[in-house]
């Protein structure tokens, strides 16, 4: 399930890099549901939870402008708008996840976000998605000592 969970995050970044890459070329004929229901169509025999997709998706383009009010004092030397379109989306992608909840570990959350940084963008993407969605967390006040323990390494039991 967690590949399956990786395929969706990887199908919802297509598709909102997509929708952002239209929208700023002033294409009218875009439509967020279309555009989500043919790139779901192309992996349809490979993923499972296509409404863990459509939720992320969604919940990214709605709350979109509260998730730059939240990361733009976090790298406040990189104006929202000069962020690489895909670190800004994988941004927005991981930030929803930890602010509005997908019930999945925070731990999980940021391992993703970095994982898509290191397909798909640039060189230091993943140390910049990393920095940024740490903050993010201990600044939400969800880094509890749960999500804390879960990212420490765990010691041998010793017989």
Not at 69 to 83: F, G, K, M, T
Request: hydrophobic letters at 40%; proline letters at 4%; a negative charge.
């Amino acid at each position: 399930m967690a590949s399956n969970r990786h395929l969706g995050r990887i199908i919802a970044l297509q598709t909102l890099y997509e929708q952002e890459f239209r929208i700023e070329c002033k294409d009218k004929t875009f439509d967020l549901n279309e555009v989500l229901k043919r790139n779901i169509s192309r992996y349809r025999d490979m993923v499972e939870d296509q409404e863990f997709i459509a939720a992320l998706v969604k919940g990214v383009d709605s709350k979109r402008d509260e998730l730059d009010a939240v990361l733009q004092p976090i790298a406040p030397e990189w104006p929202i708008d000069q962020i690489a379109r895909m670190d800004r989306i994988v941004l927005r992608i991981g930030a929803y996840e930890l602010l509005f909840g997908t019930n999945v570990p925070p731990k999980v959350v940021i391992n993703e976000a970095v994982e898509l940084a290191k397909g798909f963008g640039g060189e230091n993407s993943s140390k910049f998605i990393n920095g940024v969605l740490g903050t993010v967390l201990r600044e939400s006040g969800n880094d509890s000592e749960e999500a804390n323990a879960a990212s420490k390494p765990k010691k041998a039991n010793k017989l």
